[in-house]
């Protein structure tokens, strides 16, 4: 009965926090992502002709972000019937936009108006870590630089 | 040339409902999933348990029950649950290679077990609730009738099986809690099973008790007793799905429905226990 009473507990804790922090990650998200909508990402690895770049620097951006219990509880049940793992698509996206932003950030303090030859790699920290919650890193990275537009 | 980034509308990569329907959703479709692998265990169970000898169920649990101590006392009351036990088991019609053996246990426990095998384990915590050697015979035939229908078997083997199937599928998930949670709603899904198992041992042991005596009386004391003090205690309300046995009150009203039915008397008077101490 005790643990019962724990399980639902953490259950409770996860779900009220883990949202909490969600949503108001979700907030800044979408706020910083108006504040850094001059700096420009794109995938492409070289510039299309008659574009003038002015210096080149790696800029890199890292989240980590851990599930909460309720979430990964939520999963646990999923893998069982299978279907979309809905629990874990939130959690995934807050850590790649965070990533981007963070790098956007690091580019315009630099100066930089332009994101070249972006990419995203994703990392489970804790993947043999049993019963523990789990934990995902997002890295972003590009080149940095800026552009003049001659036209 | 232009580079630009247009903003996205939000929800392209997230799914929208709501995270607790989600859940109950979840739970619900596994719910269905245990009732269904709980049923099919049990059939089987009940199907093979016929097949199975007496006297395997005997030795698997035959070392268990091997080295019991006994106290002078306890060897008189030994010897008179015993002969009550042989007197019931005729009047029970137990096949021939059936035995029972009964043992007791210095505890305040107000139980009665059926193992596997035969065996009967009386708590001191019973017998000193009960008046009568009829409300005794009542509860002793309740586990006769167990034993008759292989129910302890029964539940072993539909028991080790599913603990294996549930180790099994969380193994290769890798999650023990969620291993635990489903391992809690099998076990609910099963307690309907055992609530049914007592109903019949109820119904065997109400006729082996009128077989006996050729009356009824104060084979219900034990309910009615236990019904009381349940009313006054309020803590041990628990609701019956989450219950091995069905409610007392429940258990009593069939009880006397059978009584009434086959106007059996209840009005006759019952035989004092011995004094064992």
Same mark, same amino acid.
């Given at each position: 009965?005790?643990?019962?009473?724990?399980?639902?507990?953490?259950?409770?804790?996860?779900?009220?926090?883990?949202?909490?922090?969600?949503?108001?990650?979700?907030?800044?998200?979408?706020?910083?992502?108006?504040?850094?909508?001059?700096?420009?990402?794109?995938?492409?690895?070289? *510039?299309? *002709?008659?574009?003038?770049?002015?210096?080149?620097?790696?800029?890199?951006?890292?989240?980590?972000?851990?599930?909460?219990?309720?979430?990964?509880?939520?999963?646990?049940?999923?893998?069982?019937?299978?279907?979309?793992?809905?629990?874990?698509?939130?959690?995934?996206?807050?850590?790649?936009?965070?990533?981007?932003?963070?790098?956007?950030?690091?580019?315009?303090?630099?100066?930089?108006?332009?994101?070249?030859?972006?990419?995203?790699?994703?990392?489970?920290?804790?993947?043999?870590?049993?019963?523990?919650?789990?934990?995902?890193?997002?890295?972003?990275?590009?080149?940095?630089?800026?552009?003049?537009?001659?036209? | 040339? $232009?580079?630009?980034?247009?903003?996205?509308?939000?929800?392209?990569?997230?799914? $929208?409902?709501?995270? @607790?329907? $989600?859940?109950?959703?979840?739970? %619900?479709?596994?719910?269905?999933?245990?009732?269904?692998?709980?049923?099919?265990?049990?059939?089987?169970?009940?199907?093979?348990?016929?097949?199975?000898?007496?006297? /395997?169920?005997?030795?698997?649990?035959?070392?268990?029950?091997?080295?019991?101590?006994?106290?002078?006392?306890?060897?008189?009351?030994?010897? /008179?649950?015993?002969?009550? %036990?042989?007197? @019931? &088991?005729?009047?029970?019609?137990?096949?021939?290679?059936? &035995?029972? +053996?009964?043992? /007791?246990?210095?505890?305040?426990?107000?139980?009665?077990?059926?193992?596997?095998?035969?065996?009967?384990?009386? /708590?001191?915590?019973?017998?000193?609730?009960?008046?009568?050697?009829?409300?005794?015979?009542?509860?002793?035939?309740?586990?006769?009738?167990?034993?008759? $229908?292989?129910?302890?078997?029964?539940? @072993?083997?539909?028991?080790?099986?599913?603990?294996?199937?549930?180790?099994?599928? &969380?193994?290769? &998930?890798?999650?023990?809690?969620?291993?635990?949670?489903?391992?809690?709603?099998?076990?609910?899904?099963?307690?309907?099973?055992?609530?049914?198992?007592?109903?019949?041992?109820?119904?065997? %042991?109400?006729?082996?008790?009128?077989?006996?005596?050729?009356?009824?009386?104060?084979?219900?004391?034990?309910?009615?007793?236990?019904?009381?003090?349940?009313?006054?205690?309020?803590?041990?309300?628990?609701?019956?799905?989450?219950? +091995?046995?069905?409610?007392?009150?429940?258990?009593?009203?069939?009880?006397?429905?059978?009584?009434?039915?086959?106007?059996?008397?209840?009005?006759?008077?019952?035989?004092?226990?011995?004094?064992?101490?």
């Amino acid at each position: 009965m005790s643990n019962l009473v724990l399980f639902l507990l953490l259950l409770v804790l996860g779900y009220s926090f883990g949202r909490y922090a969600e949503q108001r990650h979700y907030r800044s998200i979408i706020r910083r992502e108006k504040e850094y909508s001059d700096v420009v990402l794109t995938t492409v690895r070289r *510039p299309a *002709p008659g574009v003038e770049l002015t210096g080149s620097e790696l800029v890199a951006g890292s989240v980590v972000i851990s599930v909460d219990y309720f979430k990964r509880f939520l999963a646990g049940l999923r893998n069982l019937i299978g279907g979309r793992m809905t629990s874990y698509e939130t959690l995934l996206d807050r850590g790649r936009r965070e990533a981007i932003l963070r790098m956007k950030q690091q580019a315009k303090a630099r100066g930089a108006n332009m994101v070249f030859n972006v990419k995203m790699e994703t990392a489970s920290i804790s993947k043999d870590g049993g019963s523990a919650l789990g934990s995902v890193e997002i890295l972003a990275y590009g080149t940095a630089t800026t552009v003049t537009i001659r036209e | 040339m $232009r580079y630009e980034n247009p903003t996205v509308p939000e929800g392209i990569n997230t799914s $929208r409902g709501h995270p @607790l329907k $989600r859940l109950l959703f979840l739970f %619900a479709a596994l719910f269905f999933l245990l009732v269904i692998v709980v049923f099919s265990l049990r059939l089987m169970a009940v199907w093979a348990a016929p097949y199975i000898p007496f006297a /395997y169920e005997q030795r698997l649990v035959g070392h268990y029950f091997s080295q019991d101590k006994k106290s002078e006392s306890h060897a008189r009351l030994l010897s /008179y649950l015993q002969w009550l %036990a042989q007197r @019931l &088991t005729k009047a029970a019609n137990l096949p021939d290679d059936m &035995t029972v +053996t009964i043992h /007791y246990r210095d505890e305040p426990m107000v139980n009665a077990v059926a193992m596997p095998g035969g065996h009967i384990v009386i /708590y001191r915590g019973l017998l000193e609730r009960l008046d009568s050697e009829n409300a005794l015979a009542m509860v002793m035939a309740h586990e006769i009738a167990h034993v008759k $229908r292989r129910h302890p078997l029964i539940n @072993l083997g539909s028991g080790v099986v599913f603990s294996l199937v549930i180790a099994v599928v &969380t193994g290769s &998930t890798g999650d023990a809690v969620t291993g635990r949670i489903i391992g809690q709603l099998g076990r609910i899904a099963d307690l309907g099973f055992s609530r049914e198992q007592e109903l019949q041992a109820d119904f065997d %042991a109400l006729y082996a008790v009128h077989a006996l005596y050729g009356h009824v009386s104060g084979a219900d004391d034990l309910y009615s007793v236990l019904l009381q003090e349940a009313e006054d205690d309020l803590s041990s309300r628990v609701p019956e799905f989450m219950q +091995t046995h069905p409610v007392l009150k429940k258990r009593l009203e069939r009880l006397r429905g059978v009584i009434r039915e086959r106007n059996w008397p209840d009005d006759r008077p019952v035989l004092m226990l011995p004094d064992f101490n």
